[in-house]
């Protein structure tokens, strides 16, 4: 078993002045806390935490990190709590702690497999800080090592979800070491006969292959020699899973492949790699197509390196990789490694801009290099790394554990439209964790989403103000639009059958009749709906149409509409946009103020259907419109208001006194304010009530006139009426 101090001592190695102590603390803590308790191993429990520690410390994690990976159970399995581990260890430790012991909550083995890179990124975006995650994979690496402890059956599912979620996680942060590790415990519990016979093979490969390495490793040593250059020569058969997929993709048997042996040169500079590399092609025939730089564009992980496949010595092809120091460090540890790298990517060009949208998030790792150079202390660089990427999106619970990704922000009505159409289009209302929530409530990363839904309810148009994604908006929009559609067609036939009896002409009995189908043709309208709409939106008047009608029933050729006629249709296309108002996106609703209220630009209103008179527009608080039925309401704006009068009630109370009503009169002139017209009464108490209609152009001015009047001596009141 391990000792701490073999910890410490690693931790002493690598960081100068380390917090041992902390580290300490956090082992006694930990070892008593699980106090007691056995692992399936026989071990005492602590054997697992001190080995993550161990891994921590090889990986030349801070002092937190490794105070962490030893108490990164005691939250979830012990009466530990986040704020005890605050309270003695720091926010940085409690943090880490709390993180682990969120991502381990979550059940992913069964879900594995078909939502891996959902799991994946949700473990990222849980994560926000990297150090989180070291510890998470550090303790599925050790869990891995001990897996023949678990039943079989546990062995699978571990295994599985190792190999969907963990180890390309390591792949991602560049931890070459720990992925290689993970996947071939992966396959040794999943598919254990084809473990057993590579593992055999490639010992006996190894064996018979020991003398050619050897051969080849001399021969690069010689080359060294000769040119003065100071680096290090390995040989090594593949990692057992890289092998295994490289067979199955390309249908290849054992001996068919023929890199299986690769040599690892390290060299003191990146001027060295190129230079090594020149010798090696100079000695031995390149192969084709098999040389790939790394070094001046590295991988998305940050791994650089030259590989190169060339016909080696006995005629056999041999893979080279060439790289320094520090590039062989981060290959194997990843982004984790450089804080002690001082000269870190010089002369490395920034790679290209991978194409997709996930890819480009993994150069933040690259970010982080530009980052370390102004820190020389581990502890301030391994803090400045949180995770940035994957914080614009969301990833939520479906209630069958499915994940769904949603944009920041996202809402209960984005995730039931991304769930499906109708989904979104009956959405009622909404569970989050088990609890009824506003739909205009955003969601967090780990939720779990569950819809309510009801076959009555219809999109709203107030859903447009808070859904984050395109699908619910669109579909909202649509939605609208058809309603609105409906309602201009409703709003037409209304229009028409009022004309018509002016006109004589039975409408109703004209559409059944089939003469608007005719009609909508001579319009250019695809359809009767169409031409319906058309009048609807006001494009044309009922009397217009209802003239063509009688001319088509009569049979009589149509004539084109002259004079008075054309005047009426220009002002009804004029006459909305005059009126300065938005209508909910109906374009040229016949629109008119409401006498009972008459509202004015910048006060809120509200549109109202009427049968057969378009849009009748009412201020918000009128007493009229508690009385409408809701599905006549139209939501309506001022907008781009034109100069023009609008009519206003007003009520002066002042002192019965000579002159009084001219001055008003003359006051509200010089104000701009036209008096329409007005009444004048006089009371018994000595007072006099004025009562005009005057014309303002918007709320500001009908306020600032009526405070100017106020402030005469004589004037008691001076109010806007309704
Ligand atoms: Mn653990």
Request: proline letters at 3%.
């Amino acid at each position: 078993m391990i000792r701490i101090n073999q910890i410490t001592d690693k931790v002493a190695s690598y960081i100068d002045n380390a917090d041992l102590d902390l580290i300490q603390r956090a082992y006694v803590f930990s070892a008593q806390a699980h106090d007691g308790v056995v692992r399936r191993s026989g071990e005492p429990y602590i054997s697992h935490p001190m080995n993550v520690a161990n891994l921590l410390a090889d990986m030349q994690l801070d002092e937190a990190t490794v105070a962490a990976g030893l108490l990164h159970d005691t939250v979830e399995d012990t009466d530990t709590t986040v704020d005890e581990i605050e309270e003695l260890f720091g926010s940085d430790v409690a943090d880490i702690v709390d993180g682990v012991t969120k991502i381990s909550k979550m059940d992913f083995e069964s879900k594995a497999i078909q939502q891996a890179e959902n799991i994946r990124k949700l473990i990222l975006a849980m994560a926000e800080d990297i150090r989180v995650l070291m510890v998470k994979l550090a303790d599925r690496l050790h869990n891995m090592r001990t897996l023949e402890f678990m039943k079989p059956v546990k062995q699978r599912l571990i295994a599985q979800e190792t190999q969907d979620i963990y180890a390309p996680l390591a792949n991602r942060l560049g931890l070459h070491r720990v992925k290689t590790e993970l996947e071939d415990l992966c396959l040794k519990y999943l598919k254990p006969d084809v473990f057993g016979q590579l593992s055999e093979a490639v010992s006996e490969h190894r064996a018979a292959g020991e003398p050619y390495i050897e051969k080849v490793i001399s021969l690069i040593d010689d080359l060294f020699k000769k040119n003065s250059i100071k680096g290090q020569v390995h040989g090594r058969t593949k990692h057992l899973h890289s092998i295994h997929v490289k067979m199955e993709q390309q249908g290849l048997t054992f001996d068919e492949i023929f890199d299986l042996i690769a040599f690892r040169i390290i060299l003191k500079s990146l001027k060295d790699c190129y230079a090594v590399l020149g010798l090696i092609h100079s000695l031995w025939r390149p192969v084709s197509g098999r040389f790939k730089d790394y070094i001046s564009i590295p991988k998305a992980n940050m791994y650089q390196s030259l590989h190169s496949t060339v016909i080696g010595p006995d005629g056999e092809r041999i893979e080279f990789q060439i790289r320094t120091e520090e590039m062989n460090q981060i290959a194997e540890y990843g982004v984790a490694a450089h804080w002690q790298y001082k000269e870190v990517g010089k002369g490395s060009k920034r790679g290209k801009a991978a194409g997709t949208r996930d890819a480009e998030r993994y150069t933040w790792l690259r970010q982080i290099m530009d980052w370390q150079r102004e820190l020389s202390d581990p502890r301030e660089f391994m803090s400045s790394l949180r995770l940035e990427m994957f914080q614009e999106e969301v990833y939520v619970f479906t209630p069958n554990g499915d994940i769904k990704e949603l944009p920041d922000g996202a809402t209960p009505v984005d995730f039931a439209y991304a769930i499906h159409s109708e989904v979104g289009d009956k959405c009622a209302g909404a569970k989050v964790n088990g609890r009824i929530v506003p739909l205009h409530s955003v969601l967090k990363n780990g939720d779990s989403v569950e819809v309510i839904t009801n076959k009555n309810r219809m999109p709203s148009r107030d859903w447009l103000k808070f859904v984050k994604t395109a699908k619910a908006r669109t579909r909202i929009k649509q939605y609208i639009r058809t309603v609105e559609r409906d309602r201009a067609i409703a709003l037409a036939k209304e229009l028409l059958e009022k004309e018509g009896r002016r006109l004589g002409i039975n409408v109703q009995k004209a559409i059944k009749e089939g003469y608007f189908l005719k009609l909508a043709e001579g319009f250019n309208c695809g359809s009767v709906d169409d031409l319906l709409t058309q009048v609807g939106f006001s494009r044309f008047t009922p009397r217009k149409v209802l003239k063509r009608l009688y001319a088509v029933m009569n049979g009589e050729a149509y004539e084109e509409p002259k004079g008075k006629d054309k005047e009426s249709e220009a002002d009804a296309k004029k006459k909305p946009s005059s009126d300065g108002l938005i209508i909910s996106g109906v374009d040229n609703v016949l629109v008119r103020f409401a006498s009972c209220c008459t509202p004015l630009p910048g006060e809120p209103i509200v549109g109202y259907i009427t049968r057969g008179r378009g849009v009748t527009v009412h201020r918000i608080d009128c007493h009229n419109v508690k009385n409408f039925e809701d599905e006549r309401l139209l939501s309506v704006t001022w907008e781009g208001v034109e100069e023009k009068p609008y009519p206003a009630k007003i009520k002066i109370k002042c002192l019965n006194k000579t002159g009084m009503l001219g001055k008003i009169c003359v006051m509200l002139g010089e104000l701009d304010v036209n008096i329409d017209s007005g009444s004048f009464e006089s009371m018994v108490d000595g007072t006099s009530v004025l009562e005009f209609t005057v014309e303002v152009k918007d709320l500001d001015h009908l306020y600032s006139a009526l405070s100017k009047v106020k402030a005469l001596k004589a004037v008691q009141e001076a109010l806007r009426v309704s």
